[in-house]
């Protein structure tokens, strides 16, 4: 839920100006955090966060209407991001291309908080070589008790 009229906030990290749209948003309801939350608490854990997946091509997995909600898997950044989040292109098997979003820095960070992005999904591939996977990555998902 977001106040009404609530207006964005403007952080400043690592010198770039990120505009945090409806701060006050409700992402996560049991415990009442915000997306202005979220974006701190990515700030807070970048070292790790970037040390796992920055500089490396991401898919993201964004919750605009909150843990509870719909959520999608984005493989293509959006289109209208600023001129410093970095991108790179990949190629498929299926001979299709996406431009994934390459964090690099906390500020990039904060950006995709502020899509209410969960989840970053890193290739095992850095961005600036694609072709040479460094590391082996396992995703285990939990399933229903």
């Known amino acids: 839920m977001t106040k009404k009229g ?4 403007l952080l400043v990290v690592d010198g770039r100006e990120i505009e945090i749209s409806n701060p006050s948003k409700v992402l996560f309801p049991e415990p009442g955090y915000t ?10 854990v970048a070292d790790g966060a970037l040390w796992g997946a920055g500089g490396r091509p991401n898919m993201l997995v964004r919750y605009p209407n909150g843990i509870g909600g719909e959520f ?3 493989k293509r950044a959006p289109a209208s991001r600023p001129p410093w ?3 790179v292109s990949l190629r498929f098997p299926s001979g299709r291309s996406a431009d994934e979003v390459v964090p690099r ?8 908080a502020n899509l209410a992005c969960l989840e970053l999904h ?3 591939v850095r961005a600036d070589d694609l072709e040479h996977p460094d ?3 396992v995703d285990l998902d939990p399933v229903p008790v």
């Open 6 to 9: 609530d207006p964005p906030e």
């Open 85 to 87: 989040i970095e991108v």
């Open 122 to 124: 890193p290739h095992p």
């Open 105 to 112: 820095d906390a500020a990039a960070l904060a950006w995709l």
């Open 35 to 44: 997306k202005l939350d979220l974006v701190r608490y990515y700030l807070a």
């Open 72 to 74: 999608f898997y984005q």
């Open 135 to 137: 590391e082996l990555r």
